[in-house]
């Protein structure tokens, strides 16, 4: 049967949700939703679906499925109504800008006793690191996980924007390939008006140690993951992406942003999405995934701060999320 799905947000990723979502079968794109009027009108002539500039509106009318890719402060309050409204929820992450919008969805989730929302953690569709996922299955005990994360914003962002729409994808791929997160060490390099680059080291609760060394502005968008395990190693880099990386002078070319790098994996998790809202529950990154990341940026914030070691303070999983946090 046809799914009816709303996309809020009609920014870069809304837009890129709404045309992926158009070329799905069995999808009917029911209207775009954007609070600046410029953004709403744009989308109403591509998109030809009704565009309204209210969200709560379009969040509240009830879907099989509703897309949120609004600004990060709006995600929690939004699915929040979108659930109420009894629809199924792809949230771009994060799932909050803060811990105590994370904490309301998981409680209304769990209240309701169904995973109902999926977070946009898209990586865990990526093909490169679902072939590290699959291989370090029969590589024995992990010791180690190497995340590089670079990215070519001209535009300084604050800290605490950094670490919550940056880190928080490297941060899920940790707790997806390695478990739950005991400790984080952060040190940064600033540039005025944000910071320049960062370097964060992980302890797991499996002793397994982790760092996500991050770059906010260099030469090009680029995401690697490298495992070192009891028996073996394994990375995500293909091997013909160049050695020398400089800016215009790539081997291969390599884009400015995360839309080309991970095209296969968006696509891949929209119509997994798509396809899930056919079973009576959520599957992909959970809300509980939003809620951990999240109470691990905070950390990463704090050891910021302060120049010292934080420790991550994480309750137990309610039994419903357990299946998928265990590694
Ligand atoms: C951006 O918001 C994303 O979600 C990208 O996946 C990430 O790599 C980038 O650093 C963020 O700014």
Redesign the pocket.
């Known amino acids: 049967m046809t799914k009816r799905v709303a996309v809020i947000g009609a920014g870069g990723?809304g837009r890129f949700h709404a045309e992926t979502l158009r070329r799905i079968p069995g999808v009917e794109l029911g209207a775009v939703c954007d609070v600046v009027p410029e953004a709403a009108e744009r989308a109403a002539v591509d998109f030809e679906v009704p565009v309204t500039i209210d969200p709560v509106a379009v969040a509240s009318a009830g879907w099989d499925g509703v897309v949120i890719a609004s600004p990060d402060e709006t995600h929690a309050e939004l699915t929040l109504t979108a659930l109420d409204a009894g629809s199924r929820v792809l949230c771009?992450?994060p799932l909050s800008h803060d811990l105590v919008g994370a904490k309301r969805v998981v409680e209304r989730e769990v209240a309701g006793g169904v995973r109902r929302v999926q977070i946009?953690f898209?990586r865990q569709y990526d093909p490169a690191h679902v072939a590290v996922a699959h291989q370090l299955e029969s590589l024995g005990s992990l010791h180690y996980l190497r995340c590089t994360?670079r990215?070519a914003?001209a535009h300084a962002?604050p800290p605490t924007m950094v670490i919550v729409?940056?880190l928080v994808?490297d941060i899920h791929t940790i707790h997806w390939l390695g478990g739950d997160i005991v400790e984080v060490d952060a040190r940064a390099i600033p540039r005025p008006g944000g910071l320049l680059h960062v370097l964060v080291v992980l302890k797991l609760s499996s002793g397994a140690s982790a760092t996500i060394e991050?770059s906010?502005k260099t030469y090009a968008?680029e995401?690697e993951v490298e495992a070192t395990a009891e028996n073996g190693m394994v990375m995500t880099s293909a091997p013909q992406r160049p050695r020398l990386r400089v800016a215009g002078e790539h081997r291969t070319p390599i884009g400015d942003?995360?839309f080309g790098w991970?095209a296969d994996a968006y696509e891949i998790q929209d119509r997994a999405w798509v396809a899930s809202l056919d079973s009576s529950e959520a599957s992909g990154p959970s809300a509980w995934d939003g809620l951990r990341a999240q109470v691990v940026a905070e950390a990463a914030l704090a050891s910021l701060a302060s120049g010292d070691k934080a420790e991550v303070e994480l309750e137990t999983a309610p039994n419903m999320y357990e299946e998928e946090t265990k590694t």
């Open positions: 990723m771009e992450k946009g898209m994360h990215n914003n962002r729409q940056s994808h991050f906010d968008y995401v942003d995360w991970f």
